[in-house]
């Protein structure tokens, strides 16, 4: 038999490539590395054509708005024209246009991966949150499932969510998200060697990750362990209230701000604590990122993200929202060296046994190739 013709879908828009494309790339490097003919649909001008285009896919560059009928008749177009096997669809706006699409042009198996938990806010636009992007969420999925063959959940609590919305559980299938194993070189961003411990975080500044709960943290950790230093790595539309609620708290240069880097492993090498604050997750690639270079995790207790923190072995978990406790836990890891050192070695450990890129490709390939010789 033939090997398949992969169409991979991604609504991202934004010139920065994210943590769900950066995972969308190395499973298409997977399907060029097996023989698979692979194509990528994004959006024109974002992060992921720029990265597809550098490695050679054949990209499809096409607005996947949120005017969905218009957006599914571009798609429509596209398959039918391109004809591909398989199309696995990334990001919730791509589900609800992309699958229904892929479905009327007759494409043989569709797939989408839910890198979100369900009940997350849709954001569908700055200044609306809460309940009504879940109830959004939660009436749409079942609309469009009828148009998906297999829904990829990166963890476990993604899928329960999605069979207490009503989805058939044979539908559904778990893959852990897996990393290429980092190579820590510290010499890539600036350290200090004066017995400053670095306390940090990387990700997009937006109201999601929560980073108003690590900033009001590190100003607790501050009024008792001075000589802690805190670095942000990312940039959003909260740069600037963030920036103020730092000025307010008077933590000055202890806390820095570096914006965007297109080097994570470098940025979390040259920390010794790193806290994930988000209010809703499922698991976070930076922390397997941290993990495998050996770093403790303070994190959040939210969505899956304790599939890879065990609370007390390689890291810490805490209730959202709740900057005391982050504190507490942090200023245990800032006091004790050797617990540092401990609770990173079981990261790696951890690491290794569950969430390497090997493992997350090899699942990866077994459910292509089971659903193209099933079609």
């Known amino acids: 038999m033939a090997q398949p013709h992969i169409l991979f879908v991604d609504d991202y828009p934004h010139p920065n490539i994210g943590g769900g494309e950066l995972h969308l790339l190395r499973v298409a490097r997977g399907c060029r590395d097996w023989g698979y003919r692979v194509g990528i ?8 054509e720029t990265n597809a ?60 991966t839910v890198h979100n938990m ?20 939660a009436a749409l999925y079942p609309r ?15 899928r329960d969510e999605l069979v207490s919305l009503g989805l058939d559980a044979s539908k559904l299938v778990v893959i852990a998200n897996g990393i290429p194993n980092p190579a820590a070189n510290r010499a890539q961003v600036a ?65 820095e701000f570096a914006g965007w880097s297109n080097d994570a492993t470098g940025e979390i090498s040259a920390m010794d604590v790193y806290v994930v604050s988000s209010v809703t997750d499922t698991t976070n690639l930076t922390i397997l990122e941290a993990m495998a270079l050996g770093k403790p995790v303070v994190a959040t207790d939210v969505g899956g993200i304790s599939d890879a923190v065990a609370d007390g072995d390689n890291g810490y978990l805490v ?34 046994a569950s969430f390497t890129e090997e493992r997350m490709l090899e699942q990866h390939r077994m459910l292509y190739e089971q659903m193209y010789r099933a079609d």
């Not at 649909?41 to 992921?48: A, F, K, R, Y």
């Not at 369900?118 to 969420?137: M, Q, T, V, Y």
């Not at 469009?144 to 993604?158: H, I, M, S």
């Open 53 to 112: 285009r550098g490695e050679g896919f054949d990209v499809h560059p096409l607005r996947i708005g949120r005017r969905r009928p218009a957006s599914r008749l571009r798609l429509r177009r596209l398959f039918a024209q391109v004809k591909p096997d398989i199309v696995h669809v990334h990001g919730f706006n791509a589900t609800l246009t992309a699958c229904p699409a892929a479905r009327r042009a007759g494409v043989g198996v569709i797939l989408t």
């Open 319 to 352: 209730p959202p929202r709740r900057p005391d406790l982050l504190a507490e836990r942090i200023i245990r890891l800032v006091e004790d060296d050797a617990l540092r050192d401990r609770m990173g070695t079981d990261g790696r450990k951890r690491y290794e």
């Open 144 to 158: 469009v499932a009828d148009n998906v063959d297999r829904f990829v959940c990166v963890v476990g609590a993604a």
């Open 118 to 137: 369900p009940s997350a806010p849709l954001e569908l636009r700055p200044g609306i949150g809460g309940r009504l992007e879940f109830d959004l969420r």
């Open 191 to 255: 350290r200090r060697d004066d017995g400053t411990v670095v306390v940090g975080s990387v990700g997009r500044l937006e109201p999601l990750k929560g980073y108003e709960f690590f900033v009001a943290a590190a100003a607790i950790v501050s009024s008792q362990s001075p000589s802690v230093r805190f670095r942000l790595v990312g940039d959003g539309r909260l740069r600037s209230s963030l920036t103020a609620q730092v000025a307010s708290l008077e933590l000055g240069s202890r806390f």
């Open 41 to 48: 649909v994004c959006v024109p001008g974002s992060g992921l």
